[in-house]
């Protein structure tokens, strides 16, 4: 069970704790607490909750886990029974019965104190009665309904409980002659044993919680990258956008500034005839026409980065293997480029640049591949290629 303010999440319904868990009532829990709690129609319940201070899952904050551990579950555990009888029982420091098991037939359900007050000394009742209440172990004798008994209590250690053992003397001298100490503290480790498992399964319910909340935050780092890539992506084409290049810019001027790029060339593309078709064909065959350039870069500068840049303007990158076979690549694409004058399909002017010693940034590049596509597109239009404008 697990709490996110002071609502409880069970594996079966949900409900508001405050009114059956003291813990709850604190603004935030410091340390684990050992409790008990009475649930509705049930008998009493022992409570263990840890706090889980900074767990976060899909933003609300978790304040605690806890489990809950019926005691007669622990105490049918511990009990030893004579006749259908049990001596054994969990009490809390004022004497009440929290495990409801009957201590023999004397004291059965009753208060502690109550039962023995009328068969003890008030003296001995008095002293049992302050021990009991400040967590010391002891033991009270007495004769009831002609049997010799001996009631011996031990603190339960992280709570305020007591574990009492009902002893009889003829238990003593025909079965167990040597329960004394080693019984007690036998029934003692027992229950320790039992609160360590607890514990244990409470840290394993805390280790799971904190798995889910690492599966959750991996899942928003991914939608985050989703994110970016759709906002460095140029939504008709595919290819990089303006913003992508922005930021591819700024990261290679860092490394020009360093000197550390030796191979780094930029060619600068404008696709001819935008407009005349806008104009005469509509938008959606103008939309195809800038769709086929972007393919048609893509196809031959693979091994380059290519960004749209504007409405018909594009930007390639090449480094490293791009860059060797840049030359190769710009022949055969400009030669498809004249071809397609012909045949009336996509033609795209380029001009490039390499790096330069005495280049500062990537911009110094930029603008002498700018400066050359003028000229490639004049060349262009006396081989009849349509222009901006015509």
């Not at 900074?54 to 007669?72: E, H, N, P, T």
């Not at 309904?145 to 003829?170: F, H, N």
């Not at 007690?184 to 799971?208: H, M, R």
């Not at 928003?220 to 759709?230: I, K, L, T, V």
Request: with cysteine.
């Amino acid at each position: 069970m697990i709490v996110i303010s002071n609502i409880v999440y069970t594996q079966y319904t949900t409900y508001t704790g405050g009114s059956r868990h003291a813990f709850l009532a604190e603004d935030m829990m410091e340390e684990r607490d050992i409790s008990t709690v009475s649930l509705y129609g049930s008998s009493k319940q022992l409570c263990l909750a840890v706090p889980t201070r900074g767990l976060k899952i899909m933003g609300k904050d978790f304040k605690a886990c806890f489990v809950q551990i019926d005691i007669r579950e622990i105490v049918d555990l511990l009990a030893f029974e004579d006749e259908g009888r049990t001596y054994f029982g969990l009490y809390s420091s004022n004497g009440e019965n929290l495990s409801g098991t009957e201590l023999g037939t004397y004291v059965s359900t009753q208060n502690l104190f109550d039962a023995v007050k009328g068969v003890i000394s008030s003296e001995v009742w008095d002293k049992n009665r302050a021990y009991f209440a400040g967590g010391a172990e002891g033991s009270i004798s007495f004769t009831a309904q002609g049997a010799d008994e001996t009631l011996c209590y031990v603190p339960v250690e992280g709570t305020d409980w007591k574990m009492v053992v009902l002893i009889r003397s003829s238990v003593i001298h025909d079965r167990i002659h040597d329960i004394s100490e080693k019984s007690l503290a036998s029934s003692k480790n027992q229950i320790i044993f039992t609160l360590i498992l607890v514990l244990l399964f409470a840290a394993l319910l805390l280790i799971e919680l904190r798995a889910l909340s690492r599966q959750r935050l991996e899942a928003e780092r991914e939608n985050s990258r989703a994110f970016r890539n759709m906002a460095n992506t140029d939504s008709m084409t595919g290819v990089r956008n303006k913003h992508a290049y922005s930021d591819y810019e700024q990261l290679l001027n860092e490394k020009i500034r360093e000197n550390e790029i030796d191979k780094l060339a930029v060619i600068v593309c404008d696709v001819n005839g935008l407009k005349l078709v806008n104009d005469t064909q509509g938008h959606a065959a103008g939309d195809k026409l800038i769709k086929d350039a972007s393919t048609m870069l893509c196809e031959h500068f693979n091994h380059g980065a290519v960004f749209r840049i504007g409405g018909d303007e594009f930007a390639v990158i090449l480094q490293e293997k791009g860059y060797d076979t840049m030359n190769e690549v710009i022949a055969e694409f400009n030669r498809k480029v004249e071809e397609h004058i012909k045949t009336k399909e996509v033609v795209i002017a380029i001009g490039h640049s390499i790096l330069k010693t005495e280049d500062e940034q990537l911009h110094d590049v930029f603008e002498r591949a700018d400066q050359l596509v003028y000229k490639r597109k004049k060349e262009l239009k006396e081989m009849g290629a349509p222009t901006r404008q015509a």
